[in-house]
């Protein structure tokens, strides 16, 4: 089996046997990168990362993950390209195939940013790679999943995964990360329940297809509106906050819709995982976020900086699934 010249915009369109090839292919690298083991199977490749937003682990984990393989990331933002100037999504691409290898984007643009990366794919001759959008964030969900893994062991199956909503002030959040998620652990077995108030729903087609999922994997996907009936008797905690757009105003010009989603996030100011709700879950249950975490708000420092929390792990883990990833796609 081979993915080399294969896109990553979601993991839903890579079949199991797919994933967990780069799984196994992570956790390999992983060992050898524990060993100090020199490996350059992307020597001299370029990887062309453009980013519309901030980022700490994606940045830096695909960075390092580009030169300790032997090859170079780029680092662009938007600006620094012509896409400022209005360039197109085709001439983006097609100058970019003639240079390098593979092209990673983050565009969290709400209802935009999906739509551009699918667009780069198009007309791009390279692997486009998605450093997350408005509607996923693969390379987070495979972190997550392998994370998991080393936690509890191969057989994931039946364990209860609380993705919780949780309020939070520091910026507007995107969906795509609780969406990959309920995608993503369900057909690896993991029974999941996502609690969210009424006004901070994930996208229906989204729900749908994770349902659909569910069924096929013979697991569990189930929502809720009460965030402690969502975490009852988890083993794996999952508070962060999602779909707050309006509430920033850069996401919309429309005042009367922004008064009405802030006035929604601040009737929601309770949807914190705080110790005593996270003692509702299993008494071993671990907590995950994919960080920046809003402390405080979305969870509280004695539950992030608990013996419970996997939070570094799981960014590590960033950094050896992007080296499996990229070493799939690129490499060769
Ligand atoms: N989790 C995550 O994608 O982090 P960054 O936004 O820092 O890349």
Redesign the pocket.
Known sequence: MSLMGRNLITLDGWDKQEIELALEVSFDLKRRFIKGEIIESLKHKTLFMIFF?????????LEAAMTQLGGHAHDLTSDKMQITHGESPKDTAKVLSRMGEGIAI?NCFYQIGNRYLNEIARHSDIPVIS??DDVY?P??AIADLLTIMEHFGDNIRGLKVAILWAYATTHAKPLS?PQSQILLFPRFGMDVVVGHPDEFPLQEDIVHKAKRNAEEARTELIFTNDMDEAIRDADIVIPKNWGGFAYFEEYTDDEEHNREMKENLERHKDWICNGKRFSLAKRDARVMH???ADRGNEVTDNVLDSENSIIYDE?EN?LHTARGILELLMGQ
């Open positions: 937003e901030q980022s700490t682990r994606t940045r830096n984990s983050r450093m997350q964030h390379l987070q990360v994919a960080l920046p960014a960033r």
